[in-house]
Every structure is written in C-alpha cells, then in structure tokens.
C-alpha cells in the first residue's frame, strides 16, 4: 500500500486514542486528504457573491471575451455574421473552378468574400490571388496554408493565365500575394514581377496590390516588384515586436519587415505601402501603439487591424476577442499618427475591401483622374 493509502489508518488510529479529549488530530487527517486544485479554489474564490447570485446582477469587472485559465473562451456576437452575396461572387467562383486559379478568398474562408467579390455601385469589387504555388517553405503559427521545405517548382504560365484570368473577371483592383518560397534563389520575386506585367499588358486600367514576403531580407527582390509596375506594395508585421517569435515563424521578424517597407519608399516613393496587425494574441495596448509608431516612421500609408482567428486547433489559441469599440479606438489613434488610411474592426483583413475603396480613390487623386464621391 502507498504511502497516500497509509495516511487514513495512522489518522483514524490517532484519532481513537484522542476523540474523547481533543478532536483535531481527525480533523487534520481529512483536510490533508483534500484534492481540489489550487486554480478551482481560486475560481471558486473569485465568482460571484451570494448577493450578487441572488439578484443575477453580475458586473465584470474585465473583458468577458479574454481568454482565463479554466475557462472556455467564447466566440462573440459581433464575429457571428453571414456573408453577403453580390453580383459578381458567382461569376468569380465559376471562373476560378474553369481555370484552377486559387484565392487566399476561399482558401482563408475569408468572411468578408461576398462583399469583396460582390462590387457595385460606389464599391470596388477585388480579389486576391496566391500565386507560386499553395505549400509554404514557412510554418508561421498563425497560418493554416500547407507547408512544404521543397514545394513544386513555380508554373511558368502562371503569370500570363493570372493575367488573362484577371482580364475576363472585369474586376477594379487585384490583390496578388503568394507563399514564401524560402527554396528559390530569389524568392520568387522574379515570377511575382512577371505576373504583375502581364496583368498590366491586358488590364491597364486596373489597380494591383502586391502583398508580398520579406524575401530573407534580400532587398534585390523588393526592387524587382516595385519597378514591376504595381500600384501599392504591402507586406505585414502581423503583430507586435515581442511577439514575433511566437507568431511568425524564425526567418521572419519585425525589423527585417519594417525595413522591406521603407525600401520601397527608397526606390519609389509615390507608391503606396500598407501592412497589417493582428490583435488578440496577447499584445499590450503601448505594444501596439509603438507598432503604429514604427509603421509610420517606415512612411507606411495605410495600416490595418484585424481580429486573429485560431485556424485550427493546432495553431496558437486567441488570447482575447478585441470589441468593436477597441478597434474603434485603434481607428481614431491611427489616424491622428498620419496614416492616409487606418481600416480597424473585428473582421478587417490585409486585404479588406473597404480599404482598397479608399486606396482606388487615393491612386486616383495622385495621378489627376477623377475621384469617385462616396
């Protein structure tokens, strides 16, 4: 018998010889018996008081949607939405199936895809393509896209069927990112630049963003994009500098992004650079400040902050749900930094449509065609 099971019998035998006289030893012997975890004591000590369970007016004192040890987070109400339909989702769809052309659209379940497909009046319909492949030679912890140390080697026809693609959807504004391709000599820089010139061959009119890697740091394959006739480059920090490690993955960091956005200014200065944040990993409200910060010291025009979404259950967890008036605020502080755009909710992507409305007007006005009036 172990020494747990010897505890009772020493207890009780203890006990005989003293009930008469002094009951503490027994009662010792069956507190020590206790099993209840220090973190459920704690829970149990921190919940609602008798009163306040009795009238059912519990007031929390913190965000009810950030995460706790021993507690189950909960999806909120503002990230339950449906997703619209517009005109054009249908025409997209069926073009892509014909042409197996991939979108980050669908592959993300991206919940703003209706009304980025969808366009209309006043409204810049938009897509994102991914180009060089669908496996990553990256493992980013936030990122469900397939991972592969030697991926296919790149379609030479993608660039031009991209481009006649992009041609027969009819679309405002293209969205052209890719995986990292960390196995190719330059990173795929040279296909990605390919693919933007023949968009720009048969599409003239329309506006391409490229979201595009960091490239290792090789600033060669910046140039290579940013001379390749793009309209905005963006690249992302993803979340705040402590974070990096956790988030991204190794060959990533936080420096190495903020200075791919300042080359291109380098190299181009009218040409519009954005990046992204993810809020909800655990990042402090003076973190994400000092990331705006730094953005804008990098001459970063636009910027956009989004909720993180866990992928699937193997990547990082959501630290807290950021409420609609939070994303607000980042809004408001975004915009007295400088940046000619700040796009702040829960459901904001890189990409988000909105933000290209903007961006089509702001190219507008840069290079003298009319503004469209909202």
Partial sequence: MGAIGKVPLVCFSSAKKTLSTNRTPLFCAFRCLSTLPSNKKAFIAEGPSLGEFISGEISPDDNPYKRKKGRRLRLPPWLKTEIPIGKNYNK????????????????????NIGECWGG????????????????????????????????????????????????????????????DRDDLPDGGATHFAE??????????????????????????????????????????????????????DPRANYQQS??????VKRIQPNVVTKSSLMLGLGEKDEEV?????????????????GQYMQPTRLHLKVTEYMTPEKFKYWETVGNKLGFSYTASGPLVRSSYKAGEFFLTNLLKARSGHKVTKV
Wanted: glycine fraction near 6%; aromatic fraction near 4%.
């Fill in 258 to 263: 903020l200075e791919v956005l300042r080359h």
């Fill in 120 to 179: 209309g009046k006043h409204e810049t319909a938009t897509a994102t393509i991914m180009i060089l492949g669908d496996q990553c030679t990256r493992g980013c912890r936030f990122c469900s896209v397939k991972t592969n140390k030697k991926p296919p080697p790149p379609d030479p026809n993608e660039p031009a069927n991209t481009a006649e693609a992009i041609k027969r959807w009819g679309l405002d504004y293209i969205v052209i990112t890719s995986v």
């Fill in 92 to 111: 997209l769809k069926e073009t892509l199936r014909e042409l197996n052309l991939s979108t980050v659209c669908e592959e993300a379940k991206c919940p």
């Fill in 289 to 305: 400040l000092q990331a705006l910060k730094d953005l804008r010291e990098a001459k970063v025009d636009c910027v956009t902050l």
């Fill in 195 to 248: 693919t933007v010139t023949e968009i720009k061959k048969r599409s003239p009119s329309i506006l391409v963003e490229c979201l595009t890697g960091d490239f290792r740091g090789d600033l060669a394959g910046v140039e290579a994009i940013v001379k390749s006739g793009l309209d905005v480059y963006a690249h992302n920090v993803e979340t705040v500098d402590r974070l990096q490690l956790l988030v991204r």
